[in-house]
T-cell receptor, first 118, second 117 residues
Framework: AQKVTQAQTEISVVEKEDVTLDCVYE???????LFWYKQPPSGELVFLIR??????QNEISGRYSWNFQKSTSSFNFTITASQVVDSAVYFC???????????????FGQGTILTVHP | DTGVSQDPRHKITKRGQNVTFRCDPI?????LYWYRQTLGQGPEFLTY????????KSRLLSDRFSAERPKGSFSTLEIQRTEQGDSAMYLC???????????????FGPGTRLTVL
């Protein structure tokens, strides 16, 4: 069985602060994929990043960065110099190997509500 | 390119009524997924189609739920005899291992928010 845990239910920061969203996952698959999605108040899930289990290189994209640590089964997401527009619910998700019976379905965490105050 | 669309965006119904939702995936995508998201939770997988074949159904999908994808294009999700516990956002996503851009990744639609009174 696969599981994703986002222990932080809500985070509140002031604009320009850095914020890290935690994600811990469980899977028995040797190959898997991790994702982060953003869900603004409009409701549509917006893809942010995908990381393959065999690639532990961290990634930076503008103000966003991701820290993947296989040894601790974590895939944390950091927003640097947060802005009000970053306010949203952020989901971490796991997809197992698309072979076998998983068919590529995503297992999501409970989400972290991020509020950035001006 | 055109994204995933869902119709209606909102549906209010009375307990016991039947409802049907539609999802139009990205045209080149052969894989289609339905998820349900209740308030304060992440989306949960309901069912998966590869072309017109329904290959997996979650245990969340009771016998009151049925999904179809005729001809491997759009999909419908029907809920019969709705209950208040069915109130949720129903999300559709599509993907394709053959896509030139973001292969395997799921593109989500805006969702249909169902309220059962």
């Amino acid at each position: 069985a696969q599981k994703v845990t986002q222990a932080q239910t809500e985070i509140s920061v002031v604009e320009k602060e850095d914020v890290t969203l935690d994600c811990v996952y469980e899977t028995r698959d040797t190959t898997y994929y991790l994702f982060w999605y953003k869900q603004p108040p409009s409701g549509e899930l917006v893809f942010l990043i995908r990381r393959n289990s065999f690639d532990e290189q961290n990634e930076i994209s503008g103000r966003y960065s991701w820290n993947f640590q296989k040894s601790t089964s974590s895939f944390n997401f950091t927003i640097t110099a947060s802005q009000v527009v970053d306010s949203a619910v952020y989901f971490c998700a796991l997809r197992g190997n698309a072979g076998g019976t998983s068919y590529g379905k995503l297992t999501f965490g409970q989400g972290t509500i991020l509020t950035v105050h001006p | 390119d055109t994204g995933v669309s869902q119709d209606p965006r909102h549906k209010i119904t009375k307990r016991g009524q039947n409802v049907t939702f539609r999802c139009d995936p990205i045209s080149e995508h052969n894989r289609l997924y339905w998820y349900r998201q209740t308030l304060g939770q992440g989306p949960e997988f309901l069912t998966y189609f590869q072309n017109e074949a329904q290959l997996e159904k979650s245990r969340l999908l009771s016998d009151r739920f049925s999904a179809e994808r005729p001809k491997g294009s759009f999909s419908t999700l029907e809920i019969q005899r709705t209950e208040q516990g069915d109130s949720a956002m129903y999300l559709c996503a599509s993907s394709s291992r053959l896509a030139t851009r973001r292969r395997h990744e799921q593109f989500f639609g805006p969702g249909t928010r169902l309220t059962v009174l």
